[in-house]
């Protein structure tokens, strides 16, 4: 072969060898086999789901053990309404808004709004992903989300008896419930939640 050619091969296959790296991150490298044959058993919602994570967090979320997989199915599939766009923060945003209008509701002696607003709260979107990509990657494991559905219990369970009492028209016993709520908010936020808009920017 002339050594042009020669070059322009060897050139050619440091360019491939370069971006094939840039490849396999793209496309988040296949998985491995035996998480093939797990991610095989799925149903076909959390299958795609698993396979939009990182390979960092899907080989943490496949490490659970098969009760934590069973409390995060629960979880999600109480869960109707999913976001296909919208990240926790996002959903966070309206759960609170929600919250707000709950209170409203409770203030201006309206049971329906408050009703409303709480069983809307109760059953608050799933954000893009589910739950667990907005998780710090070191806390997606079995001990440290074993305290979600309590959480989430607290939340939703004291949210929806607030709804029952506000249908009752006893606005006192759904005033009773609103710190119940927010301390579950308050305890997952300590568990889960970061400082929410830390500045980079910032030395000291
Ligand atoms: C399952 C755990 C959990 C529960 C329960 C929970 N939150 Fe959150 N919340 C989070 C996490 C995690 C974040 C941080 C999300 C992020 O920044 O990506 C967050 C963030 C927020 C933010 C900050 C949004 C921002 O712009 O930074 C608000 C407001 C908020 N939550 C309100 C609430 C309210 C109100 C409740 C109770 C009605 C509640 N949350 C219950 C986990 C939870």
Redesign the pocket.
């Known amino acids: 072969m002339p050594p042009r050619h020669r070059s322009c091969r060897t050139a050619l296959l440091v360019l491939a060898a370069s971006i094939a790296p840039l490849i396999v991150h793209a496309q988040g490298a296949s998985p491995p086999k035996e998480m093939q044959a797990q991610l095989q058993k799925m149903p076909p919602e959390e299958r795609e789901r698993v396979l939009s994570y990182t390979p960092e967090l899907r080989q943490k979320v496949m490490a659970l053990s098969p009760q934590t997989k069973a409390m995060m199915k629960k979880l999600h599939d109480q869960h109707p309404r999913r976001s296909k766009e919208l ?3 996002q959903v ?2 309206e ?2 808004a929600d ?1 707000e209008s709950i209170v409203s509701g409770i203030a201006a002696d309206n049971a329906e709004q408050a009703a409303d607003s709480a069983r809307r ?1 109760a059953g608050h979107r799933i954000p893009k992903g589910g ?1 667990l990509p ?2 710090a990657l070191d806390q997606v494991n079995d001990a440290d989300l074993g305290v ?1 559905q309590t ?2 219990d607290a ?1 939703e369970g004291n949210a929806l008896k607030l709804a029952v009492a506000a249908d009752k028209g006893d606005m006192a016993g759904a005033a009773a419930r609103l710190s119940d ?2 301390v ?2 308050v305890a ?2 300590q568990k ?3 400082k ?2 830390v500045s980079a920017n910032l030395v000291k």
């Open positions: 990240t926790l923060r966070m945003q759960v609170l919250y709260l739950l907005y998780f979600l959480m989430n939340v709520i927010m579950g908010c997952c936020h889960f939640r970061g929410p808009g």
